[in-house]
């Protein structure tokens, strides 16, 4: 029986998933849960994912949910996956499971927020909220100087080091991606100051590609498509100021 | 060369690193890092962990931090710790996984979101913060709702359904555990819905004994001084009270 994942590519744990299955070529079927559609909260979904959430794995009858658990599952559990993806050398292992348990309440939870309360949460007919906001950026902030600082030391192109990408980097470069869904001048802002970051995010691009610009393609459609409505909000603000103005 | 243990035994993942070691008689040696007197701030500890975090782990040259990947290299690289603590078997490892994954937004956010902006922020001199401790409270409730109807779900005492304790149950319960630092009522309230939890609590306590009550003992101890802080606090608004109703 064929694997099943499923995902929605708006999602960033999703990508890494998927992007995964595709460098390694695990034969995979994917399963589309529209998140915007709330199709992971239906009642089909909690049996596969009681905690409602997406991706989850289906091998045959385990079940599997939470991105970096599924990435080293599959790592194992699939023939053929290349070492460097997660290293039978227990040390290099733990320094990989350090990277993913710091990601969580780090750049994951720095990036989520930030893109939910600027982008993703209005375009959802949410009001933006800019003190969340703030409070996520500090922590953005934070974890993409840690990342550039601690995590990218080394002689290596890739994280701890390494001259070959590992399941961190899969993870941490999608949450990364999702911030292309921004305005561009807010993203390009955020990331300047971190040079080593956007060089190990290009050398991330270019080590898997052509599945990475097929996993986040997606980003990009989304990204010119909330551009489109900041700029007829724009508009429609300057048309109600000019009105207010001749009343 | 033994390894060392870098901890406060206040912070809850230290709790669990240090229990894990005393259960599967690991000779360690561990060296305290006073987080009140900020020492992991300090020079020295950076050259150890550049995040400025405990727990942390020397094993010869190796150097670790972050207490999930912590506990999982220390059942692999060390002999005789028994299977149930992180087993061989793939689907099992990988299901641990899952939970220790979903802990750090969840379970770990809400309780130390809440007892920091509750208790220990005030204990440390910060003004209690009600609007933080509010929101954080929501995610302590719904994560303690998943503990009770998803991972303790099966037929086991523990998580996912198991007969043994795994290194999820001692992550999960050492955070559970800082709860004892807030007022005993307001404790008692946010546990009182989950009676598979408090089970679950009572059945970890009693099957890592002597050393569960030896490595928590710390927050009883900190429980009395709070208690005694709140009770001065609030005499000292009564007298304050007085003098103005006389004035």
Redesign the interface.
């Given at each position: 029986m064929t694997l099943k994942v499923f995902a929605d590519r708006m999602s960033q744990p999703c990508r890494a998933v998927i992007l995964f299955c595709k460098l390694n070529r695990i034969d995979f079927e994917e399963v589309n849960i529209d998140l915007f559609k709330r199709q992971h909260l239906s009642p089909e979904f909690a049996e596969i994912n009681?905690?409602k959430q997406v991706p989850a794995i289906v091998d045959g009858r385990?079940r599997?949910?939470?991105?970096?658990?599924?990435l080293?599952?599959l790592a194992?559990?699939f023939p053929g996956v290349a070492d460097h993806w997660y290293p039978a050398d227990?040390?290099k292992?733990?320094?990989i499971?350090?990277v993913?348990?710091?990601h969580?309440?780090n750049l994951?939870?720095g990036a989520m927020t930030y893109v939910i309360n600027t982008t993703l949460g209005p375009a959802l007919g949410r009001p933006a909220n800019p003190e969340a906001a703030a409070k996520a950026k500090k922590k953005l902030d934070s974890s993409l100087s840690?990342i550039e600082?601690?995590w990218l030391k080394g002689s290596g192109k890739f994280l701890l080091g390494s001259y070959q990408p590992s399941i961190a980097d899969l993870s941490l470069v999608c949450e990364i991606m999702q911030l292309e869904v921004l305005d561009e001048k807010d993203r390009a802002t955020i990331l300047s100051p971190y040079k080593k970051v956007q060089q190990w995010i290009e050398d991330t691009k270019t080590s898997t590609q052509p599945h990475f610009d097929d996993v986040n393609g997606i980003l990009f459609r989304a990204k010119a498509k909330f551009q489109k409505q900041r700029e007829n909000e724009k508009t429609k603000g300057i048309s109600n100021a000019t009105l207010h103005s001749k009343m």
């Open positions: 009681p905690l385990f599997l949910f939470e991105s970096h658990a599924i080293i599952y194992c559990a227990l040390s292992q733990a320094k499971h350090s993913l348990d710091w969580h309440l994951r939870y840690t600082s601690v």
